[in-house]
């Protein structure tokens, strides 16, 4: 998967893409990450890219030119043109559509992204209006810059590229993968604060294991994201297993509750 950035920050950058499985991923190209400054696709000598707002007011906008020359320009690297696949343009932006699980695997499958990072009060309309397919948002507050927001979406879209987290299953079982919250783990030492691992952890029961994972799973949902399990398609998708789980899961809530 390539994803191309474009941020007056690219330094901002350079650690993250070089540290934990995202580092990994782009060493073993599994990943590839290209940073672009927007300012070398300004034309003057200043290299500007914010001016003041039509209308006044506070802030200063960015102009539309070195984002549509930049966005242009890197489509162009993939080949825009006629039958021929071209990135897909996203700018991230608190306007746009909430960042999720759909949404990461959505775009995952575009394979070929340009995310476009603001910065100041925002980027002059005609930007979105052109050269920008989507918007997304990471979540319903204002960042300063899209810079952040670009790494939220690149690590997660890095754990969806086949090989990147080495046991598949580990992705599998992740929160909101399956609809569901992951269930709680534990490692070394046995016991802490007084708080012992789960017997049946230690037990080699390996089906007793999967069972109790899999109520583990329902009872953290519950407890923390009961929404999840309230739409009926939610239901429709738990296994007969699961959903007699779940039932029980429910009633030992109940009985805490009196
Ligand atoms: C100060 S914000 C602009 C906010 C804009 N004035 C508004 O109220 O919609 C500057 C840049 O940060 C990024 N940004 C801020 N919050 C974000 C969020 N929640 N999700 C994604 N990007 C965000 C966007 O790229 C945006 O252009």
Redesign the pocket.
Same mark, same amino acid.
């Given at each position: 998967m390539r994803v191309q950035v474009l941020t007056i920050f690219p330094e901002l950058f350079a650690p993250f893409l070089a540290t934990s499985l995202v580092g990994r991923a782009i060493e073993k190209g599994l990943l590839e990450v290209r940073v672009h400054d927007l300012r070398s696709f300004t034309e003057d000598r200043h290299r500007s890219v914010d001016d003041e707002p039509y209308g006044g007011g506070g802030g200063m906008v960015m102009t539309a030119p070195p984002w549509i020359r930049a966005v242009r320009a890197l489509s162009g690297e993939s080949g825009e043109g006629e039958g021929e696949e071209r990135p897909w343009r996203v700018?991230?932006? !608190?306007? $746009?559509a909430r960042l999720d699980e759909a949404k990461v695997r959505e775009l995952g499958e575009k394979r070929d992204l340009i995310l476009?990072?603001?910065?100041?009060?925002?980027?002059d309309e005609r930007v979105r209006l052109t050269v920008v397919d989507e918007e @997304? =948002?990471? $979540?319903?507050? @204002?960042? =300063? $810059?899209?810079e952040l !927001?670009a790494m939220v979406l690149i690590e997660a879209l890095s754990r969806q590229v086949p090989g990147v987290v080495k046991l598949a299953d580990s992705v599998e079982n992740d929160s909101f993968r399956a609809g569901l919250l992951d269930y709680p783990h534990y490692t070394r030492p046995p016991v802490v604060e007084e708080l012992a691992v789960p017997e049946v952890l230690t037990s080699g029961d390996h089906a007793a294991i999967r069972r109790w994972r899999q109520r583990e799973a329902l009872r953290a949902t519950l407890a923390k994201r009961p929404d999840l399990l309230n739409p009926p398609e939610a239901l429709a998708r738990l296994t007969p297993e699961q959903r007699r789980a779940l039932d029980q899961v429910r009633d030992e809530a109940r009985r805490d509750e009196k």
């Open positions: 700018l991230l932006s !608190p306007q $746009g476009l990072c603001g910065r100041y009060e925002v980027i @997304v =948002s990471i $979540g319903d507050y @204002v960042l =300063s $810059g899209g !927001p």
